[in-house]
């Protein structure tokens, strides 16, 4: 009986430990890796596209897209519509 009762302390103290090693690593691997993720994401640069009337580099987001093509500004898309 007394072997038993050693035998179950002996498997609660692995268990316990391995449990806390175990933790201790994953909560070391959080902080770790959101840190690196956070510190290596790159910030895509904004397209440059060409104006289709002045040939102006103008970024995608302050253009004008029409007829599938792309103007720098409302003027020039106009413009070129025009001709
Ligand atoms: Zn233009």
Redesign the pocket.
Known sequence: MGKLVLILILVFVIAYAVRRALGARSREDDSGSSGQRGGTQPSSPERMLA?Q????M?PLSAGVVRGGRF???QA?AKKAQDV
């Open positions: 104006c009337h002045c040939n102006a103008t103007y720098c500004t020039h």
